[in-house]
């Protein structure tokens, strides 16, 4: 045996396994039929992982291919061994392992058509923009004002709409902002209406409604213009699309979901029966409330009516108390006006004991010189022969000095003068004598 010869041509590159699955890698996510697969097939060998990531297989008549669905993928649910699904997604290698796998982005039963798996391209793209997000729906008004409807005038929808209200609650307005909902146009009208519904301020909450109907009569509310529109408006948006087992994207992005126009009516209006039953109750509440307070406050005025009671004088003692004052205070003012009439009497008594009067009837006299007036106190004032005035107690006497010291009495002329009569005021008091 001769020596073993290489056949490699000696031109031939040396690649590492890393590069060569690298390459595959490349070339199989790159190549534009394999980045947007549709593939209607069997799902068999299903298996999930505790993260909840599926791996099976979709299989025909000749070939398998190996998928792998991440946890909260669409359609998940769907997948059943030997169920025929419609799966979307794109090839990949998987360079640790070197295998290729069908990594589907989203599952549907087959045979859903077209349409059904466009809706349900816009669905996942609503909701990676957030539309679908449950953190942004808001409560509707409890009691609205007014109610804003987007339908067909001309259908049963909006008859049905007014006839719930007037019997739930008849104080709410209803304003229609008339739209088609069936064709090409009604979209644009559709947002349209929303829009006016939004730069009107009146509505407190609009219901988009219309009847039941095929997917392709339901389309308009499919429509991610529609969608949007829902999104961007200021007011609550109730959805009342079809039928119950019909879902529409504005079902999604809708603050609320009704499963019939009557049902989204019912929905944003209270029911006027529970109202005044609610406000009977209150009513009750309220009474009660106020019959144990007024209650409870009648107590307290007795309570401080007997108080005032036993705080309360004693009339009759306080009665007798004055009666015995006041005759106290009579004994008193007796006793001190006699004491004080006494006083007076005693001060009288003086003054009448001083009075010049009293002391000329008691006998005594004044003299006076006759000229002058001036009153004789001492002998030395008068000389023999000085014309004299003797006032007694019922007149004056005129006289003159006598000139005999020794005689025994004063000397008067032969013819005593005539009786004068008193003076009105007595002349001034002198010694007596």
């Known amino acids: 045996m001769g020596p073993i010869r290489s056949e490699w041509p000696k031109l031939m590159a040396i690649r590492t396994v890393s590069q060569v699955t690298a390459h595959l890698k490349q070339a199989l996510e790159n190549d534009p039929l394999l ?3 549709l593939v209607e097939a069997e799902v068999s060998n299903l298996r999930v992982s505790g993260a909840g ?6 299989k025909d008549d000749q070939s398998v291919l190996n998928c792998v669905m991440f946890r909260g993928k669409p359609g998940a649910d769907l997948l059943r061994n030997g169920d025929a699904v419609l799966a979307e997604g794109n090839i990949t290698f998987y360079e640790p392992r070197g295998t290729t796998e069908f990594m589907v982005e989203m599952a549907m039963a087959a045979g859903v058509g077209e349409l059904a798996l466009e809706l349900e391209r816009l669905r996942q793209r609503l909701k990676a923009d957030g539309l679908f997000d449950q953190s942004r729906k808001r409560a ?5 004002k007014v109610i804003g409807v987007v339908t067909s005038p001309s259908g049963a929808v909006f008859h049905d709409i007014q006839n719930v209200v007037r019997q739930r609650y008849p104080l709410a307005e209803l304003l229609l902002a008339p739209s088609s909902v069936q064709g090409d146009l009604a979209a644009g009208e559709i947002v349209s209406a929303i829009e006016r519904l939004n730069e009107d301020w009146r509505s407190d909450v609009i219901i ?3 009847g039941g109907g095929s997917l392709e009569d339901l389309w308009p509310f499919n429509e991610e213009s529609v969608a949007r529109a829902i999104y961007a408006s200021r007011v609550p948006v109730v959805s009342a699309v079809g039928h119950e087992t019909d879902n529409t994207v504005v079902d999604d992005v809708a603050d609320v979901r009704a499963a019939t126009p009557s049902v989204a009516a019912e929905l944003v209006t209270p029911d006027q029966a529970e109202l005044r039953h609610e406000l009977a109750s209150v009513r009750e509440r309220f009474y009660r409330s106020a019959l144990r307070q007024v209650c409870a406050s009648r107590g307290d005025v007795q309570s401080s009516y007997r108080g005032l009671e036993r705080s309360l004088p004693d009339i009759t003692s306080l009665r007798r108390r004055v009666d015995d004052l006041a005759r106290m205070s009579r004994m008193a003012l007796t006793n001190w006006l006699n004491v004080t009439r006494m006083s007076v009497d005693n001060r009288a008594d003086s003054l009448r004991a001083l009075d010049p009067q009293a002391t000329l009837r008691r006998g005594f006299a004044v003299v006076q010189h006759h000229e002058s007036g001036r009153v004789v106190s001492a002998t030395t004032h ?6 004299l005035s003797i006032t007694v107690a019922d007149g004056v006497i005129p006289a003159i000095a006598g000139t005999d010291p020794t005689a025994n009495q004063i000397s008067t002329p032969q013819s005593p003068p005539r009786k004068r009569k008193a003076r009105k005021e007595a002349p001034a008091m002198g010694r007596l004598f």
């Open 35 to 37: 980045s947007d697969l």
């Open 53 to 58: 990531h599926s791996y099976f297989t979709l």
């Open 140 to 144: 509707l008004p409890r009691y609205p």
């Open 208 to 210: 988009v409604a219309r």
């Open 382 to 387: 008068v000389a023999n022969g000085d014309a």
